[in-house]
């Protein structure tokens, strides 16, 4: 069974330009949710996407958005990119809801994002 | 707010020796615990939910343990591979699949 997928492994941009991330979840999971990771702030939630809606989303800016399609697949987007948003960005992926295996998070490797 | 507090921040051990990592935590209501193992430059690896106080689960030489207010994970006879940064998070019972993290603790075992 295939883990999480996520596309690209390496970007490097350069302020004011604009990214987006993409994430393939586990067959079968409905749920993905997206996560930062920085040396100083460790794992910060991001936002979750869950049949194609967004229901919970985290502390940060406008300029991060996320959505999913039909196949539970997610795109995550920052905008006007400051050196700040250097980071891991870390998707993960489960059921979603339910039973109580259903909220077993599995994450895939992350999209290692460089801001010059 | 939810929030997770891990200790130690490192944990350095020999070969053998058995230890525990701790985490420590609030949260409105708890659904589950997680512990997660992560490699330098790797996404976390899931090893372990527990949803209730009293519950333990295992896996090799780990154990993780919970109580009301806080979580344990027991490594029995490290090997050098167990080096890794550990993982503690919270999941609400409101809060859909949003997990609160802690800062880790990374361990370090020596041959």
């Known amino acids: 069974k295939a883990g999480v997928t996520q596309t690209p492994r390496y970007l490097i941009k350069t302020r004011g330009q604009q990214v987006t991330l993409s994430c393939s979840p586990i067959s079968g999971h409905r749920s993905v949710s997206w996560y930062q990771q920085t040396p100083g702030q460790g794992l910060q939630f991001l936002f979750e996407?869950?049949?194609?809606?967004q229901r919970n989303k985290g502390n940060f800016p406008g300029r991060f958005s996320g959505r999913q399609f039909s196949n539970s697949r997610s795109e995550m987007n920052v905008s006007t990119l400051e050196l700040g948003d250097s980071a891991l960005y870390l998707c993960?992926?489960?059921w979603g809801g339910g039973q109580r295996h259903y909220n077993e998070q599995f994450f895939g490797p992350g999209t290692r994002l460089t801001v010059l | 707010e939810d929030q997770v507090t891990q200790s130690p921040e490192a944990l350095r051990l020999q070969e053998g020796e058995s230890s525990s990592l701790n985490c420590s935590y609030t949260?409105?209501?708890?659904?589950?615990l997680f512990w997660y193992r992560q490699d330098p430059g790797k996404g976390p690896e899931f090893l372990f939910t527990l949803y209730s106080a009293g519950e333990e689960k295992e896996k090799e030489r780990l154990k993780a343990t919970l109580t009301k207010k806080e979580s344990f994970l027991h490594i029995t006879a490290p090997k050098p591979e167990d080096s890794a940064t550990y993982l503690c998070?919270?999941?609400?019972?409101?809060?859909?699949?949003?997990?609160?993290f802690g800062t880790g603790t990374r361990l370090l075992v020596s041959p």
């Open positions: 998070a919270v999941q609400a019972d409101t809060g859909f699949q949003k997990l609160v």
């Open positions: 993960a992926s489960s």
């Open positions: 949260v409105s209501g708890l659904r589950g």
């Open positions: 996407y869950f049949s194609e809606t």
